[in-house]
Nanobody, 125 residues
Framework: VQLQASGGGLVQAGGSLRLSCAAS????????MAWFRQAPGKDREFVGV????????YYADSVKGRFTISRDNAKNTVYLQMNGLKPEDTAVYYC???????????????????WGQGTLVTVSS
């Protein structure tokens, strides 16, 4: 599956952005979808994940209560709504996909088979 992330940009602290990730395949609903991010000079980190049907989501503690993942399987798209943005949210955001799910490793980037190209989010103070 090919993934295309979009929606990044420059926003002031406290503002909002919505990222989108469009998938190329009609079997999009077969994939677990996740968002990761990588800040300059830092390792990639897990942001959140959503189940096949969208009924289950998990988030990193750093974004819980501020970010929301959703998906529209009819449009082959997953979204990341980001509210209350902070300067420390500045990073390149990547969407990722995998077919299986495991409670023990959904937050590990190396368990995802497919990645989008990333979209830059910059939050100014």
């Amino acid at each position: 599956v090919q993934l295309q992330a979009s929606g990044g940009g420059l926003v002031q602290a406290g503002g909002s952005l919505r990222l989108s990730c469009a998938a190329s395949e009609r079997t999009f609903s077969s994939y677990i979808m996740a968002w990761f991010r990588q800040a300059p000079g830092k390792d990639r980190e897990f942001v959140g994940v959503i189940s096949w049907g969208g009924g289950t989501t998990y988030y990193a503690d750093s974004v819980k209560g501020r970010f929301t993942i959703s998906r529209d399987n009819a449009k082959n798209t997953v979204y990341l709504q980001m509210n209350g943005l902070k300067p420390e949210d500045t990073a390149v955001y990547y969407c990722a996909a995998r077919l299986d799910y495991n409670d023990n490793d959904y937050y590990l980037g190396n368990q995802y088979n497919y990645w989008g190209q990333g979209t830059l989010v910059t939050v100014s103070s």
